[in-house]
């Protein structure tokens, strides 16, 4: 069975946004990772129908939790709320967790981190810049710890 990775994104919820999903999911893809985008998986609701809110958190967090990984989209300053949400859940289950900005703003008042320091705490003390993405080239880096995650090795 071929790792599964949850992408949480704000991409979803703008029609010129969603255009940034394919290439993103594409270089996922070329680890041989098994990609689960939450608006391509979960968005399949009445959004009609009372509830329809509530039935999509709960089908993102199932997701989260059974994925074996999170690849998070953290653009933005601050980055998007649920996406944070998502992160954190990931990292209270102790998934292993990937970051990726390419926005050149910082948005953090540490020194060391380009982000809020919280978001590291899923990473390694002092290789938290392998599980830290600027580019999308960057994701096919043999060197950061995607690829070595891909490959089976257990990271962090």
Excluded at 26 to 45: S, T, Y
Excluded at 52 to 77: K, L, P
Excluded at 117 to 132: A, E, H, I
């Amino acid at each position: 069975m071929r790792p599964r990775i949850y992408l949480a994104n704000p991409y979803g919820f703008s029609k010129q946004q969603q255009g940034l999903l394919p290439p993103l999911v594409a270089a996922l893809e070329r680890h041989g990772l098994e990609v689960w985008e939450p608006f391509a998986r979960n968005n399949q609701v009445n959004f009609a129908e009372p509830g329809w809110a509530y039935t999509i958190g709960q089908r993102d967090y199932a997701d989260v939790r059974d994925a074996d990984a999170i690849f998070a989209v953290v653009n933005g300053t601050p980055p998007d709320e649920g996406v944070m949400v998502e992160l954190g859940m990931a990292i209270a289950l102790g998934k292993p967790t990937f970051l990726f900005r390419d926005d050149f703003r910082r948005c953090t008042d540490s020194e060391r981190y380009p982000l809020n320091l919280m978001l590291f705490t899923g990473m390694p003390k002092d290789d938290w810049r392998s599980y830290y993405y600027e580019s999308l080239a960057e994701i096919a880096d043999p060197a950061k710890a995607l690829a070595r995650f891909a490959a089976g090795a257990r990271v962090l």
